[in-house]
């Protein structure tokens, strides 16, 4: 008797405590975070941008699933640091097959904080799909992020990195047709593994996104005194000819000055051209060379 009260009052007391374990373990909880590299679950996004401008951020581990219409332009940035090697992982759920008339290619693409595209070594930049095809599937690995680089060198630096997704090659019915993309973003790597040795960023390639600066909370406002002598611009350097050629009249002083040059110009091209140097003695004309008398026949003479 005992003991079947004591199970009794376990089980009662045990039902509560495991109600909320069931519910935070059930899929539609956990549906629609995913877990991050830390553990803690990130939210999915749900936009995108449209330029590098509007480039939605994403975490790594991050997921992005958007609405998005075919042939338009879809952005997202996400900040690697030294060592890592990031991939990012592109699905595009394609519109019905009944309604495409003809396969479609899908591309993505990667570039730094300078907007320069880096290269892929590993995964299909390019997919295409074909008219029965559902979605389509397309990657991308990055080098692995150098802490420094020389300065003629295109490898991939510490700093923003954006995604552009794309229909490269599309029928022109199919435009604008509804589509689902998922994007992913993962990174493996750190500072540890970071090549080569002797070199180190000054300041990450992070693109001022938002002109302006804000001051900080505590910060004194600037002086006037401070303002004008920060706006006062920088005093020419003056010569002893510089008072010369400056005035209202300048144009005057050029214009006389090019006209005189080239009154002498053509008076010295036409002296080399039409009178030669020097008097010349005219040459004296050939001798006639000397003739014999004709001969004279007498008329009377038979």
Not at 152 to 157: A, I, N, V
Not at 186 to 200: F, H, I, S, V
Not at 280 to 299: E, L, M, T
């Amino acid at each position: 008797m005992r003991t079947s009260l004591k199970a009794a009052l376990l089980a009662v007391g045990l039902v509560p405590a495991l109600a909320p374990a069931a519910a935070a373990a059930s899929p539609s909880a956990s549906s629609s975070a995913s877990p991050s590299p830390s553990g803690s679950a990130a939210p999915v996004v749900t936009a995108a941008g449209t330029s590098f401008l509007t480039a939605t951020t994403l975490a790594p581990g991050q997921d992005a699933q958007v609405a998005a219409s075919t042939g338009d332009y879809l952005y997202w940035a996400f900040a690697a640091a030294e060592g890592q090697t990031d991939t990012v992982k592109v699905t595009v759920t394609l519109p019905p097959a009944a309604d495409r008339h003809g396969a479609q290619t899908w591309s993505v693409e990667l570039f730094d904080g300078l907007r320069r595209r880096q290269s892929c070594t590993a995964g299909p930049q390019d997919a295409t799909a074909e008219t029965a095809a559902a979605s389509v599937t397309m990657s991308c690995t990055l080098r692995q992020i150098r802490s420094w680089a020389e300065p003629w060198s295109g490898d991939p630096l510490p700093g923003t990195y954006y995604v552009r997704l794309s229909v490269s090659d599309v029928q022109a019915q199919d435009l604008g047709l509804a589509a689902q993309v998922q994007v992913r973003v993962t990174a493996k790597g750190g500072a540890d593994d970071a090549q080569p040795e002797g070199g180190e960023l000054k300041a990450p390639l992070v693109p001022p996104v938002n002109a302006g600066s804000t001051a900080a909370p505590g910060a004194a406002a600037p002086t006037a005194a401070a303002t004008s002598r920060a706006a006062a611009p920088a005093e020419a350097e003056s010569h002893w000819y510089s008072d010369l050629f400056s005035g209202w009249n300048t144009r005057w002083f050029w214009t006389l000055g090019g006209g005189a040059l080239a009154a002498l110009a053509g008076v010295a091209g036409y002296t080399l051209t039409r009178h030669p140097r020097g008097h010349r003695r005219p040459a004296a004309p050939a001798p006639v060379p000397r003739q014999a008398p004709a001969p004279q026949y007498d008329q009377y003479r038979s």
